[in-house]
């Protein structure tokens, strides 16, 4: 190849990297701008947001909005704040994540590993709930949910305990497992086609029973499966609005999105921009703790599953 040849190719590549970095610079801006324009607000006083530009940096920045969201924001006519429903959010994404997380787990491991007869079949029903739209799903939904209603009312009524049978963090937390099945168990299932079966098999002669060869074998090489799943469905599942209005959408024992959607439409007294920015901001947090912790595992984890070597 001649110099020309050579210079015009990387000239060629100079162009190249200049289109896509400034169609990446402009989407980030596009991406980024409603997030700093929120950031900024929540650190204003109303005076300042009323008088100014929302695009400037605070002139005298204050965490009383914060403060004010997390402990006084009125949701509806209750003013005490979000922090009664942050905590409802965290105890229906913890158990939601660990449970269909785990049970996607073995039914990747049974659908891979110990293969039966009609198993594609199977994989193929799971799979086809993917694509079942939430909003198809809440009549019968909320049948069954009334039913775990009277099982608990009958378990309350001869024994005294209803085992959470009755309560819409249970119900919610029920509804996301269901839900988040089909796509867990596409992600282990794909990871866990890739890996050597001989491994399995030699644990096998060895006399390795199905929950040793899971637990010793199958879950220590899985670290970076369970980190894709666990930020997509924890993020699912906090952002989650539907299911959550529609199944515990009232009272106390609203979820964050729900309260959150309630505190914008509030419609006594003066708008508090700042108040709702900051009370937005404190939603968004846990997702974004969760992807910046573990985001560096997310591609390595889909990767992993994609290509069999």
Same mark, same amino acid.
């Given at each position: 190849m001649s110099a020309a040849q050579v210079?015009? %190719? #990387?000239?060629?590549?100079?162009?190249?990297?200049?289109?896509i970095?400034?169609?990446?610079?402009?989407?980030? /801006?596009? =991406?980024?701008? !409603?997030?700093?324009?929120?950031?900024?607000t929540s650190f204003k006083t109303m005076d300042e947001i009323q008088g100014g530009n929302m695009l400037a940096f605070p002139k005298s920045p204050t965490?009383?909005?914060?403060?004010?969201?997390?402990?006084?924001? *009125?949701v509806g006519l209750t003013c005490a704040g979000i922090k009664g429903y942050f905590v409802n959010s965290i105890k229906m994404v913890v158990p939601s994540v660990l449970i269909s997380t785990m049970v996607g787990a073995l039914n990747g491991y049974v659908l891979t590993k110990w293969r039966f007869r009609g198993h594609t079949l199977v994989?193929?029903?799971?799979? /086809?709930? *993917?694509?079942? !739209?939430?909003?198809?799903?809440?009549?019968p939904m909320a049948t069954i949910l009334g039913h775990f209603n009277e099982l608990g009312q009958w378990f309350s009524d001869h024994i005294g305990f209803s085992f959470g049978l009755e309560s819409s963090t249970v119900h919610l937390? /029920?509804?996301? *497992?269901?839900?988040?099945?089909?796509?867990?168990?596409? /992600?282990?299932?794909?990871? =866990?086609? #890739?890996? !050597?079966?001989?491994?399995?098999? %030699? %644990?096998?002669v060895d006399g390795a029973s199905f929950f040793q060869i899971f637990r010793r074998i199958l879950l220590p090489n899985s670290v970076p499966i369970f980190v894709v799943t666990v930020i997509y469905q924890f993020t699912n599942i906090w952002n989650d609005f539907l299911f959550a209005s529609a199944y515990a959408?009232?009272?106390?024992?609203? !979820?964050?999105?729900?309260a959150l959607n309630n505190i914008v439409n509030t419609s006594t007294g003066t708008v508090e921009y700042n108040v709702n920015m900051a009370a937005a901001m404190i939603a968004g947090l846990p997702t974004l703790f969760v992807y910046i912790v573990a985001g560096r595992y997310f591609v390595r984890g889909l990767m992993a599953g994609a290509v069999k070597g």
């Open positions: 210079s015009g %190719a #990387a000239r060629a590549n100079m162009i190249n990297r200049i289109l970095y400034g169609v990446l610079l402009i989407f980030a /801006f596009v =991406y980024l701008v !409603p997030l700093f324009v929120m950031l900024m965490v009383q909005p914060w403060l004010r969201a997390w402990d006084e924001a *009125c994989f193929g029903l799971m799979l /086809f709930a *993917c694509f079942i !739209p939430f909003q198809s799903v809440l009549l937390v /029920f509804v996301h *497992c269901v839900y988040g099945l089909g796509f867990t168990t596409l /992600f282990f299932r794909n990871y =866990y086609e #890739a890996f !050597p079966n001989e491994l399995v098999r %030699a %644990a096998m959408g009232t009272g106390d024992i609203m !979820p964050m999105t729900v």
